[in-house]
């Protein structure tokens, strides 16, 4: 099996900022149906997170100690939240991914399998 993240992207901040109690409800429900979706095929989530709003963000650019408040740059699109996924291939991890609330766009990428005993 390997790892992938699946990056949540998008205008994270409305979560918190425009969308209604409502629509938060049903986007949390979709979430909940993902997770549950995968345990029960047998499937694991190893990691994940719904990230706080951008404006509570720190930025440290390389090579520099000046941290400036917000997210890396002036973008209405950020990451929302992330999960860690163990599938047998890409096309395994894209097709569990429309499960997820369409409201936002999702990157999907293979995790780096570093062995360090090598």
Do not use: N
Request: charged share 25%.
């Amino acid at each position: 099996m390997t790892e992938y993240m699946v990056l949540i992207v998008g205008d994270a901040d409305r979560w918190w900022t425009t969308m209604t109690a409502e629509e938060r409800k049903h986007g949390y429900e979709q979430y909940s149906l993902f997770s549950k979706s995968l345990v029960e095929r047998g499937h694991k989530i190893t990691g994940g997170a719904e990230l706080h709003a951008s404006t509570e963000a720190k930025h440290l650019p390389p090579g520099t100690t000046t941290v400036t408040d917000g997210p890396v740059a002036e973008t209405t699109e950020t990451i929302g939240g992330y999960y860690l996924v163990e599938a047998t291939d890409l096309d395994q991890a894209v097709a569990w991914c429309e499960l997820l609330p369409d409201c936002y766009s999702l990157e999907i990428r293979p995790v780096v399998d570093i062995d360090v005993s090598a």
